[in-house]
């Protein structure tokens, strides 16, 4: 069985809030078994509306920027660039 996470409103609004801290933590620490996440961002400029799938640990990569920027003081990052370009 799947489960479909849409991540596409942090991609477009890439803050470091409490429901991007809520879908970190899915994608860092989601049990494996016989549920398996993906989770889903929209394919840029895509005529057919067309999706990527993203494994858990690329979406925690994507999801964990914002907070390395305040914690670490990295500076501002374009992450909806990031996902774009991967």
Excluded: C
């Excluded at 964990?64 to 990031?82: A, N």
Aim: aromatic letters at 8%; hydrophobic letters at 40%.
């Amino acid at each position: 069985m799947r489960v479909g996470l849409d991540i596409e409103q942090f991609v477009r609004d890439p803050y470091g809030s409490g429901i991007q801290r809520v879908l970190q933590y899915l994608a860092l620490t989601w049990p494996s078994g016989d549920v398996e996440p993906l989770f889903v961002v929209p394919v840029p400029h895509s005529p057919r509306a067309e999706f990527h799938l993203l494994s858990a640990s690329q979406a925690a990569e994507i999801l964990t920027i914002p907070f390395l920027e305040s914690e670490q003081g990295l500076g501002s990052r374009d992450v909806k660039s990031e996902v774009e370009s991967s």
